[in-house]
């Protein structure tokens, strides 16, 4: 029912290949994509590969990524996650999920995300999105993005794993608010074991909805 609400359903964030989609994801945190959407261009024209990112210069790249906040700490990452890939992997993105997440600032939410979108690896992106519906839809009560992440996969067959994460988080973000979702404009209301943790009645619940992911 997810899939067919949301027949688009993919990554949010813009990118070209694997090491754009890994900076981009790792500048997405705590931050919408839709931001980090709008400093990657300028950031990959100035540093198109690891290469060019590892020997960047620290201040320019804080005030390029400056807008999606914790620009100082998101600066050491990407800096220091260039530089191990040129270290370890000749300047190219690992396909492996062992690997990625030895990289500095990768965690596996991360990693899965890389390979499922860039290498078409399936993986479940557990992100605070995912999380929170899984638990709404009692697939899980586990909080640890591990836990979730395994017991999740374990329901559902893993070529689905990638799109499933797509769909719960288009749904989390546009829908199924972490405050007041849109219960009565939900479309698996009558299957949702939370349904009504926000408003039923159809007109409340229609003025909650979003168009487009903002988070």
Known sequence: MLAET????????DFTNPFQLLVATVLSAQT???????????????YPDATALASADREKVEQIIQPTGFFRAKTDSVLKLSQALVERYDGQVPGRLED??????????TANVVLGDAFGVPGITVDTHFGRLARRFAWTVESDPVKVEHEVGAIFPKKDWTLLSHHLIWHGRRIC???????????VARLCPAYGEGPTDPAKA??????????
Request: glycine share 8%; with cysteine.
């Open 6 to 13: 949301y027949p688009d359903a993919r990554c949010e964030l």
């Open 32 to 46: 919408t994509d839709k931001r980090v959407n709008t400093v990657t261009p300028t950031l990959f024209a100035a």
């Open 100 to 109: 990625l997440v030895t990289l500095p600032g990768v965690g596996r939410k």
């Open 177 to 187: 608010h972490a405050r007041n979702p849109a219960c009565g404009a939900c479309p």
């Open 206 to 215: 229609a003025k909650l909805v979003r168009t487009e992911g903002r988070a």
